[in-house]
């Protein structure tokens, strides 16, 4: 079965720094790859995608993530975090034909002032 | 905009009672899904539909059904609520091919007393 695993449950970064939540899933093709942001109390907002192409691909709100075949990772960047960024964020697969999707467990952001 | 919108935000009902939550999508959407969610567990897949009528179980779909009449609408059945389906619910809606990923709902938390 598909699995996604996100290691870190918290981060705490200081604003302004950098950036990187890990996500590593098992999957036999080459799956969709998403990362999602919820706010407290909110449902969930797509951050960006990668289904082929470019393994680096660019979302909203400055994130990035990078499509690593060899370490069936992908891991979601931004260069300068802001306050606003704290929520928490999931990374999701999508198999077969992809019209069902696995989550990881998340992974929750602090932003020190 | 796109949208999913889920009939309630809250809901406190009684152990016993039967509850329904309803999801509506004005996107066109072919699959429709219910997740629920819970700290440290993530987004667990209850049902999915991939068409009118047609329905499939996903991982946790014990003590729950599902009915999709119309293709905007996908509810969400508790036949007897118990206190250990108190959660967070969320709605998703995603396209054929399912490369634009999930839009989901804001969430219908549920608590059962």
């Known amino acids: 079965a598909q699995s996604v695993t996100q290691p870190d449950i918290h981060i705490t970064v200081s604003e302004g720094a950098s950036l990187e939540l890990r996500c590593n899933y098992s999957?036999?093709?080459?799956?969709?790859l998403f990362w999602y942001v919820q706010s407290p109390g909110q449902g969930l907002q797509l951050l960006l995608k990668?289904?082929?192409?470019?393994?680096l691909v660019q979302g909203i709100k400055g994130f990035e993530a990078e499509f690593k075949r060899s370490q069936s990772s992908f891991n979601l960047r931004k260069p300068s975090v802001h306050w606003s960024d704290a929520a928490e964020y999931f990374c999701?697969?999508?198999?077969?034909?992809?019209?069902?999707?696995?989550f990881g467990s998340g992974t929750k952001l602090n932003v020190k002032p | 905009d796109v949208k999913v919108t889920q009939s309630s935000r809250y809901l406190v009902k009684r152990t016993g009672e039967k509850v329904f939550l309803e999801c509506v999508q004005d996107?066109?959407?072919?699959?429709m899904f219910w997740y629920r969610q819970d700290p440290g567990l993530g987004l667990r897949l209850i049902y999915f539909s991939y068409d009118v009528k047609m329905k499939e179980k996903g991982d946790i779909p014990e003590g729950y059904s599902v009915s999709r009449e119309k293709k905007e609408r996908f509810s969400l059945i508790l036949e007897s609520a118990s206190t250990n389906q108190t959660s967070m619910y969320l709605c998703?809606?995603?396209?054929?091919?399912?490369?634009?990923?999930?839009?989901f709902g804001s969430g219908t938390r549920l608590t059962v007393v």
């Open positions: 998703a809606s995603l396209p054929a091919g399912g490369r634009y990923g999930y839009t």
């Open positions: 996107m066109d959407h072919e699959n």
């Open positions: 999957y036999g093709a080459t799956p969709y």
């Open positions: 999701a697969v999508g198999e077969g034909n992809f019209n069902k999707f696995y």
């Open positions: 990668y289904f082929s192409g470019d393994t």
